[in-house]
Nanobody, 124 residues
């Protein structure tokens, strides 16, 4: 059974940083991506980044480019999202998700497996 478990959310002041973790288990896909999404109240789920398992390449949405960075620890099967220079508009529930059918695009509809989400709140 595929499991994705996020952690690391919390309350931070504007300009601060947080690191989210996504522990992945229960699958043996040869080629896949782990994506990060977020959803603020009353808004659609927004794709913000993904990382390819094959070469570690990453993609970022313009809204987070230059502030957020994905990394991975293959031994721990964990993907991280380092979030710097946080803004109040980054407040949302953050989800990690897995897609194993290319092409890789940052659309929630493409991702089959999802974590439960972790709340990030940025105060002004």
């Amino acid at each position: 059974e595929v499991q994705l478990v996020e952690s690391g959310g919390g309350l931070v002041q504007a300009g601060g940083s947080l690191r989210l973790s996504c522990a992945a288990s229960g699958f043996t896909f040869d080629d896949y991506v782990i994506g990060w999404f977020r959803q603020a109240p009353g808004k659609e789920r927004e794709g913000i980044s993904y990382m390819s398992s094959s070469d570690g390449s990453t993609y970022y949405a313009d809204s987070v480019k230059g502030r957020f960075t994905m990394s991975s620890d293959n031994v721990k099967n964990t993907v991280y999202l380092q979030m710097n220079v946080l803004k109040p508009e980054d407040t949302a529930v953050y989800y990690c998700a897995l897609d194993f059918i290319p092409p890789w695009i940052l659309s929630a509809a493409e991702y089959v497996y999802w974590g439960q989400g972790t709340q990030v709140t940025v105060s002004s």
